[in-house]
């Protein structure tokens, strides 16, 4: 398996209530150097710019109402076999179930019953998630058969 993306959701993900939740931005500048980062999101707080500031990644904002399709294309965009998705809410299920690793988070919104069915790894919060992709192994610990 060749990953090349990391395809992240942002509130509920990466920030709760629209601030970005601490000990991420490390995280995401680490994983910079492995993979192309991008946070998808609808910027419902309008914080995402000014939270994600100087961090290597891109940001894709969401235009449509249909949020759930324009994040599975997205994933598609990029390539579904060489990208990890991470989300909680229900319309990040399909860009999960898409990607070649989907992870769900269940943080302080908690998540969506659908996106919980939809992923291969269920974590506690982005921290955990981050620290995943950060030591492969234990991924591969997880969903070893």
Not at 47 to 57: I, N
Request: with cysteine.
């Amino acid at each position: 398996m060749r990953i090349e993306n990391l395809l992240l959701d942002y509130n509920g993900t990466l920030a709760t209530d629209g601030m970005l939740i601490p000990g991420t931005e490390d995280l995401l500048r680490q994983l910079s150097k492995i993979l192309k980062i991008y946070v998808i999101t609808a910027d419902t707080f309008g914080t995402v710019e000014a939270a994600l500031l100087g961090l290597p990644l891109s940001v894709i904002r969401l235009d449509s109402p249909d949020e759930r399709n324009e994040k599975l294309e997205k994933a598609y965009d990029l390539g579904p076999n060489a990208t990890i998705a991470i989300g909680n809410g229900k319309n990040d299920a399909l860009m999960l179930r898409e990607a070649v690793i989907g992870i769900c988070i269940i943080g302080s919104e908690g998540c969506a019953s659908e996106t919980l069915a939809a992923s291969d790894i269920v974590v506690h919060d982005i921290l955990d998630a981050l620290q995943l992709l950060l030591n492969p192994t234990r991924i591969k610990a997880t969903l070893r058969y």
